[in-house]
């Protein structure tokens, strides 16, 4: 199978420059996930969310010729599909694991529909890469960290003000109470259902802006199923990084690494069928969270106490 | 001043869901005519179209039915994993895999003669599924591993597995260099039981039925619907929470195994990664509609697989997307939720003065 190696620097390179490519498309969807879930609503819409950010992104973007107007208007599709979620799993109390599943199917329905006229727009990437002056210049470390698009920054800068206003903040200790005892958060004069819904909507916005970036960057055009599951790879990401911005991080890495893999392995010379080999970041998933299941034995779960479970004041 | 709040209601009101269901479909209806509408599709045509190629008229009614046989036994497979609280959301993936199993059978023994050769790879199409469902399982039982997660990234790799076995190992040697694998033995087609409605409308309905009596009047049953209500009446009673867990998903993929099994000699002729179009996917929502209980599947099915069916057929006529059916299973299920308010709850109006102190 394994035919002759050949590892260049420039190719060994090139993948870990396009696992952060990747690492970048899942932390931005799993970061918003994991401010959902913080508050204690699980929202299993957002491969839709991200299908729907990534073909209003794209239209935007293509008609503006503004990727960043591509980018907001993604993450302003994500939020206001993640509406849907919030009235029927916060509002109405609906069950969140229905609700989400069914926002998935919405997502992914509006987003071909709204880009059927789309597909055959093809384009390169309508970001530029910022090369961060004085650092970029490092060997190997200037290549692969310090020259991305400007989306990748704002990923990583996006990571650090979840986790400031998570652990830092008044509302961030709020939202925390309200998933792991909403009514204790309740008492302590918290609106449980505003925090809830600014949760939600903020997953919808991060899961909506990682669509936008697949489709204005990574790809540079719009195709029915470009998603291909990897919206509910970020879910499992969240579960991978118990909860916490910084080792969610380090898995969307982890699994951007194996999403990069696919199209570079013949650049090594490894001749393995690429189908096969599409295969791994889900069975990889699979995997890890077995892995994790067996190390957090007899261990109290890092998870949300009052995940998926609806809050009424009157039954409190 | 009053103010108006949501009360629970005691019991829900009976027969709720039904009239949820169809304001549901009213709502779905309404808003996807408000979208076609404002992207310039007339909404009107759209609607008439999918009537008449779905259950409009008796033409047209044999493949509604045999689309409905997928999505109720996928709705069934929902709903035996939620008699424990769990989600199986990779039904998908089993029909595939089960469709897998049954196609390996039909490659093994292709001169069997039809009847023998169908129940061969309907059994194999059922053990496949199980299969696919096993690792899942496990990982529940033994460690608690999210059921949601694992059975979906198990349908990604099952649609990856067909395309590999297409372009690969079971590639057909006559088929023009296309990636298809090979076609079924032809005799391995289910009978019709009139015009091309086939023999699996009425499987299901016996899988079904099978299904309802079982988890109604069976011992095993009714320590199921006892773990599944209370662990701590399950742990009082000395039955195994792991052992319901595993069994319930093997039987879950099992029964999502068969659809597979069924599209396979029903509806296809050879496997593809689109012999199951989504079914597992529309099986969750069917199952939510039908509140999880067999009696209601059929008829939620029945109408999904007419939405589906004539969505399909509004694009070549019509140039219209056929995501207009996607959006609109999603929309019915959603209008359903805020109807079902209703039934659990009840609007009382509050003095303002009240509900401050």
């Known amino acids: 199978m394994i ?20 690492g970048t498309l899942l932390y931005l969807a799993a970061l918003g996930e994991t401010v959902a879930e913080k508050s204690g609503v699980l929202n299993l819409g957002v491969e839709g969310m991200m299908a729907t950010g990534a073909s209003v992104g794209f239209i935007v973007a293509v008609e503006t010729g503004s990727p960043w107007a591509g980018i907001l208007a993604g993450a302003a599709a994500g939020a206001l599909l993640s509406l849907v979620h919030a009235v029927a799993a916060v509002g109405l109390g609906a069950d969140q694991v229905v609700s989400g599943l069914a926002l998935t199917f919405l997502g992914l329905g509006l987003a071909d529909f709204v880009g059927d006229g789309y597909t055959d727009d093809a384009r390169r990437s309508l970001f530029r890469d910022v090369e961060l002056p004085g650092l970029d210049g490092i060997p190997w470390i200037g290549e692969i960290v310090f020259r991305h698009s400007p989306v990748t920054y704002g990923a990583v800068l996006s990571g650090i003000v979840v986790w400031f206003v998570l652990n830092r903040t008044a509302v961030g200790l709020g939202l925390r109470a309200a998933g792991e005892t909403a009514a204790t958060a309740d008492a302590a004069g918290h609106s449980v259902l ?4 600014a949760a939600v909507m903020v997953g919808g916005a991060f899961a909506g802006a990682s669509g936008a970036y697949l489709t204005t960057y990574l790809v540079g055009s719009w195709s029915q199923n ?24 380090l898995g969307a890495l982890l699994f951007g690494f194996t ?28 995997v890890v969270l077995v892995v994790i299941s067996i190390r957090a034995r007899n261990k109290p779960s890092p998870a949300p106490a009052a995940i998926g479970i609806p809050y009424r004041r009157e039954e409190r | 001043m009053k103010r108006l709040v949501l009360t629970r209601r005691e019991i829900p009101t009976r027969g709720g869901q039904p009239v949820a269901f169809l304001f549901g479909l009213a709502f779905a209806l309404l808003v996807g005519a408000i979208l076609m509408q404002v992207s310039g599709d007339p909404a009107i045509d759209v609607y008439q179209r999918m009537w008449e190629r779905s259950l409009g008229s008796t033409d047209t009614w044999s493949v509604t039915f045999n689309r409905a046989v997928p999505l109720a036994l996928a709705g069934l497979a929902v709903s035996i994993a939620a008699t424990m609280g769990l989600w199986n959301i990779g039904a998908e993936g089993q029909i595939l895999f089960g469709a897998t199993a049954a196609t390996l059978v039909g490659r093994l023994f292709p001169d069997w003669p039809g009847p023998v050769l169908i129940t061969a790879m309907l059994i194999a199409a059922v053990i496949g599924g199980a299969l696919w469902a096993l690792g899942p399982g496990l990982a529940k039982a033994e460690l608690g591993v999210s059921e949601i997660i694992t059975t979906l990234m198990l349908t990604e790799v099952a649609i990856r597995l067909i395309t590999y076995l297409e372009q690969g190992p079971w590639k057909d040697p006559e088929g023009f260099g296309f990636p298809n694998v090979t076609a079924r033995p032809p005799q391995a087609e289910l009978g019709d039981l009139w015009d091309r409605t086939h023999i699996g409308v009425l499987l299901a309905l016996a899988v079904i039925g099978a299904f309802a009596w079982f988890i109604n009047r069976s011992v095993w049953g009714y320590e199921l619907r006892i773990a599944g209500s209370s662990r701590q009446t399950a742990a009082y009673a000395g039955i195994s929470m792991r052992r319901k867990v595993l069994g319930v998903l093997l039987l879950s993929g099992a029964v999502a195994g068969f659809a597979g099994g069924i599209e396979l000699t029903g509806t296809a002729v050879r496997l593809n990664a689109q012999i199951s179009n989504g079914y597992g996917f529309s099986g969750i929502i069917v199952a939510a509609l039908a509140l999880m209980r067999p009696s209601a599947i059929p008829v939620v099915a029945l109408a999904f697989g007419a939405v589906q069916v004539g969505g399909q057929s509004i694009q070549t006529s019509l140039g219209v997307s056929p995501a207009v059916s996607t959006i609109l299973q999603a929309l019915i299920l959603f209008g359903a939720i805020g109807a079902a308010v209703f039934s659990n709850y009840r609007v009382v109006a509050l003095d303002r003065q009240v509900s401050v102190a």
Do not use: C, H, N
Request: charged share 15%; net charge positive.
């Open chain 1, 259 to 286: 999403l990069a893999l696919k199209s570079r392995l013949a650049v090594f010379g490894i001749e393995f069928s690429p189908i096969l080999l599409d295969m791994t970041p889900y069975l990889l998933t699979v």
């Open chain 1, 3 to 22: 035919l002759a190696l050949t590892f260049t620097e420039a190719s060994v390179i090139g993948l870990l420059v396009a696992g952060v490519q990747f």
């Open chain 1, 194 to 197: 505003r925090l809830r819904f």
């Open chain 1, 226 to 249: 470009l998603t291909a599951g990897r919206g509910w790879i970020a879910v499992a990401l969240v579960i991978f990084g118990a909860w916490r911005p910084g080792r969610v991080a």
